[in-house]
């Protein structure tokens, strides 16, 4: 139901391979706000079990703690059916040397510790030629389409008026339909950042989403009792 | 300047730009509680983002200083909007500004600053605090120059019943407000004519008072538009209940309603209990700024339903606080309901100092005194006095008697905002003693 056009990053369906598991704190964070789709890998196998069906869209593969499993992880990624393109190195100083002949394994690395605004940059830039191929990026679910180029919302083809933070929370959703995130996750995921509300804002956002989508479609974003929320139908019930 | 921020500029400047914007409002207030607002260029938004708008702040009630007038207009991003009522020349869009010293720092004449300073404080307690209004209006005819309020249900104003015109002006409120991120829980004709209420779905407070700035605004404007007269004057008709602005107040801890307790008979936490004490103990400080005018204190009168009270109770409108009952298995609903302020407040200075009131009361574990659950308006002076029960200030010149001496009003509204006050409204209490009033001609030119 969803139609995505670009890839990179804003691109719900395409996941990002992340190595090691769980992933570093800060990696995971700077990926969360830049709106990435992503999974933290423990190694090839588990990369094997999790693959999206078409494929990774990337890896961000981290050399400090366990070089040895990054590289062989590399690898790996490269000999696949669906060959991984984009893979970017996390390494540290003393690591540099271990670059040396295997510039095969990987298309851009990255010194840690990183500054987020880096890694970002350099996640963008990797994408950057295939987001010229499709400049349109388009989320669109029953009548309801999110421009992610333009930030701009519609609905049944009316423009729909809506705040920041209802926008984000909208596009969160709306890229992960069927799926239900509890209040935290939503905070932590769209807000990502101290706000007056705490928590409850969540609550506030979605009654002010459903006002503004209007009676017949405030059903979209379902309560799930004592979970928390879910855009659309789910999978299993539809 | 950190990368949501970024991101939520760009997300204001593109709206501007695809919605094709042609004026986009500053919204402020001045400490009266009045919205100022001045109106800008699409062009000059980025700008106005990045450094702010500099005006000369000395034609701003409360704003006044001898030095330093000019100060700064801050957009705050998240609360950018696009006005629904959109003419044909263009969309036109808003946004609230916090207001600044021109090099930054927050100006201590701006109320929005005030909440925010408060709103700190809880948080580094780690509360959030939630308010959800019940708000009481009239409409009435135009004004006709003799300012004397006729009730649209009074008949022959409209061809079509005047209950099918309010209540058709209220839908089209409550689309408005829905439209501009401002949920509506309830909504209905009062039992006084041509009264009306409405009542908002809790918010955090700041988003809660730029939502009432923003509500009294759209139901004066969408009136207007009906060439009738909105107005959230506290008492307009003699003999005719008041409208108020009922306050249910929660505090939350992460997702937890602090104010929650299984244990207790009534679901009060111990903290609920300490905030209802510290609301009771400095009620009377507090009531000049959460009843600011005259007129307020014609209000909070015996027999209509306002309290006269500084007393507490589950179930007694009689009384100033009262502890709703919330549906069973939503703890997220215990509440208090404060029913003293009405809709003429400064909701930004409002929930200020009753937030303050009430982090007194957990800060110093206050005791609650006893439930008052009788009628109060039946009780004599001396019965009243048994239960130590006080009254609230009878006039605005007692209000400020009271809060002239509150250190804990001073410190929640800052020095700057405390004196401006004391000083504008004694001069608005002085300018009242010397009127002469019809009831008094009525009353006595004849007779004596």
């Known amino acids: 139901m969803t139609r995505l056009v670009a890839p ?12 090691p598991s769980p992933a570093p704190v800060d990696v995971a ?25 078409d494929g990774w869209a990337g890896a961000v593969v981290v050399c400090d703690d366990d070089p040895e499993g990054a590289w062989a992880l590399c690898r790996s990624l490269r000999k696949r059916a669906i060959p991984v393109g984009h893979v970017l190195v996390l390494i540290n100083g003393v690591q540099l040397p271990d670059l040396d002949l295997r510039d095969d394994l990987f298309d ?52 729909l008026d809506l705040t920041y933070m209802e926008y984000e929370l909208l596009k969160f959703l709306a890229q992960n339909p069927g799926k239900v995130f509890s ?14 509300g705490g928590a409850r804002t969540v609550d506030v956002h979605i009654r002010r989403l459903r006002a503004k989508l209007g009676e017949e479609h405030a059903n979209l974003i379902q309560t799930v009792r004592s979970v928390g929320y879910r855009f659309g139908q789910s999978k299993w019930s539809a | 300047m950190a990368p949501m921020q970024d991101q939520q500029r760009d997300y204001v400047l593109r709206t501007v730009e695809e919605r094709g914007i042609r004026l986009v409002r ?10 100022k607002s001045f109106a800008i260029s699409p062009a000059e938004m980025e700008n106005a983002m990045n450094d702010g708008m500099s005006f000369d702040g000395s034609s701003i009630d409360g704003y006044s200083r001898v030095q330093e007038s000019d100060v700064l ?46 709103l700190n404080a809880a948080r580094e307690k780690g509360y959030s605090f939630y308010i959800a209004p019940d708000i009481e209006y009239f409409y009435f005819a135009p004004p006709d120059g003799t300012n004397k309020p006729v009730p649209l249900d009074e008949g022959g104003f409209f061809d079509l019943t005047s209950t099918d015109i309010a209540s058709s002006l209220r839908k089209e409120t409550i689309r408005t407000l829905e439209t501009m991120s401002i949920p509506v829980e309830y909504s209905f004709h009062e039992d006084a004519p041509s009264q009306h209420e409405i009542d908002l779905r809790h918010t955090d407070a700041l988003t809660m008072a730029d939502s009432v700035m923003t509500f009294r605004f759209v139901v004066k404007e969408i009136a207007a538009l009906h060439n009738v007269h909105a107005t959230f004057m506290p008492k307009p008709l003699e003999n005719i209940q008041g409208s108020g602005m009922h306050l249910h107040l929660s505090l939350f801890k992460g997702e937890e309603n602090a104010f929650y307790s299984a244990d207790d008979p009534y679901n009060l936490s111990p903290t609920a209990k300490c905030f209802m004490a510290g609301l009771l103990r400095h009620a009377a400080e507090i009531t000049a700024v959460t009843n600011q005018t005259v007129n307020s204190y014609k209000r909070l009168v015996p027999g209509f339903e306002a309290p006269v009270h500084i007393s507490w109770a589950r179930n007694n409108r009689s009384g100033l606080i009262r502890v709703p009952i919330p549906k069973r298995g939503s703890e997220s609903a215990t509440r208090l309901e404060y029913r003293s302020p009405d809709p003429a407040c400064n909701p930004y200075l409002a929930f200020s100092v009753i937030l303050a009131a009430g982090l007194r009361g957990i800060e110093q574990g206050y005791e609650l005194p006893k439930e008052a659950d009788s009628n109060l308006f039946e009780m004599s002076d001396s019965e009243l006095e048994k239960l130590s029960i006080q009254q609230l200030p009878q006039s605005l010149s007692d209000a400020l008697r009271v809060m002239e001496n509150s250190s804990l ?27 002469i009033s019809e009831y008094e001609l009525g009353r006595y030119l004849k007779s004596l």
């Open chain 1, 108 to 159: 851009d690395f990255c010194l840690t510790p990183f500054h987020p605004r880096e890694l970002e940059a350099r996640m963008r830039h990797m994408y950057w030629t295939e987001a010229k191929v499709g400049r349109e990026s388009l989320v669109e679910y029953s009548g309801l389409v999110l421009n992610l180029e333009t930030y701009q919302a519609s609905f049944g083809g009316q423009p």
């Open chain 1, 8 to 19: 990179g990053a804003e691109q719900p369906g395409q996941k990002i391979l992340v190595f």
């Open chain 2, 73 to 118: 207009a801050l957009p705050d991003a998240n609360t950018f909007e696009v006005l629904p009522w959109a003419d044909t020349k263009g969309a036109e869009a808003r946004v609230f500004c916090d207001i600044a010293k021109l090099d930054g720092t927050p100006f201590d004449g701006d109320p929005r600053q005030v909440l925010k300073r408060n």
């Open chain 2, 26 to 35: 500053l919204w402020f207030t001045d400490v009266l509680g009045t919205l």
């Open chain 1, 183 to 196: 209040r935290e996750t939503l905070l932590s995921r769209v807000w990502g950042y101290e706000y007056f």
């Open chain 2, 409 to 435: 009003v001073a410190e929640a509204l800052g020095e700057h905002i405390f004196e401006w006050f004391l000083r504008n409204k004694r001069h608005e209490w002085r300018s009242y003693k010397t009127h």
């Open chain 1, 29 to 53: 964070r700077t990926l969360d706000l830049a709106g990435y789709c992503w999974k933290a890998v423990s190694g090839g196998e588990e990369a094997t079990k999790h693959e999206p069906m």
